[in-house]
Every structure is written in structure tokens, then in C-alpha cells.
């Protein structure tokens, strides 16, 4: 083998191997729970529609999270809970495990919720569809007006979820 073709092989080897490095892991929401932890379900709580005045409590707000994801690429499915944004993008939400969390029915635990940021902002054409988030996540834990969240996610790209 020539030196050139020794090279070659190499280098394909490391963009390869580099091109594994950098996919992202996909994981679910009973991922961000750990092991023996039993989550709290609030998608059957009885919701008031009447407007802003609901009391709702966020429960198990000292829920734990997994560290084992920390400084990963991960992919997550969920909905969006918006933010900040405007008509057209949005560049600051909330991921939650179903729809309605946090606007039709209480907030489930810090555990199941993901404060996620992009910095260009992405289109969001329906807070009814799911969708696939990828990005660097961290165990960190955000504060708002809605709810207290466990995680973190830096966001590269969203897509539709696809079944």
C-alpha cells in the first residue's frame, strides 16, 4: 500500500470515526427519570379553562434527573410550550412529554421538562404536533413563570416526529 493510500485510509478512519462522535443519542422521556424513581402523571388532574387564574402546583419539584446525558448530542420527541419568539420562529421553549403540559393541565415534574434554546429560532407551524429536538444537553435546572425544569437542551435542529 502506498504511502498516500496509507494516508487516505487514515483519514477516512477519522472523519468516520469523528462522524460517529458527533451523532446524536437518541433518548425518551423515561430516560430523563432514574431508575426506581416513580414520576408524578398530571395529564388526568382536573384543568380549569378559565383563563390565567389557575392555581396550578407544579409537583415533586425536587424531582431527580439523570447526570448520564450531560454534554451530550441527544434527539428528544415532545411538544412545544413557547417562550420567546415571534409569528415566524421561535427561540426559546419548553419540551414536554405531551400536549398540554403546562398550558391545559399542571406541569409534570422538573424531571420531565426541558427549558431548550436555538439560537436562530425554528419554525413551529402547530403546538399540536409533535416534534424531535436535537441538541447538547445538560442536567441544569431553569426557572420561569410556568414551571421549574430539570433539564437543559442547546438546540442544533428540530424536525417533525415521525413514527
Not at 33 to 46: I, K, L, M, Q
Amino acid at each position: 500500500m502506498s504511502l498516500f493510500n496509507r494516508f487516505l485510509a487514515v483519514l477516512l478512519t477519522c472523519v468516520s470515526v469523528a462522524s460517529f462522535a458527533n451523532e446524536p443519542v437518541e433518548i425518551f422521556w423515561e430516560d430523563l427519570v432514574p431508575e426506581g424513581h416513580v414520576t408524578v402523571d398530571t395529564r388526568n388532574s382536573a384543568a380549569s379553562h378559565e383563563g390565567a387564574d389557575q392555581n396550578w402546583v407544579q409537583p415533586n419539584l425536587d424531582a431527580p434527573v439523570v447526570q448520564k446525558y450531560n454534554g451530550k448530542t441527544v434527539s428528544l420527541p415532545g411538544f412545544v410550550v413557547p417562550l420567546e419568539g415571534d409569528s415566524e420562529v421561535i427561540t426559546e421553549f419548553l419540551l414536554v412529554p405531551y400536549f398540554g403540559a403546562c398550558i391545559h393541565v399542571p406541569p409534570p415534574p422538573p424531571n420531565q421538562i426541558v427549558h431548550v434554546t436555538i439560537a436562530d429560532g425554528v419554525p413551529i407551524e402547530s403546538l399540536y404536533d409533535a416534534i424531535v429536538v436535537t441538541g447538547g444537553m445538560s442536567a441544569e435546572s431553569w426557572s420561569g413563570d410556568i414551571a421549574k425544569t430539570g433539564y437543559k437542551i442547546k438546540g442544533i435542529g428540530v424536525a417533525p416526529f415521525e413514527l
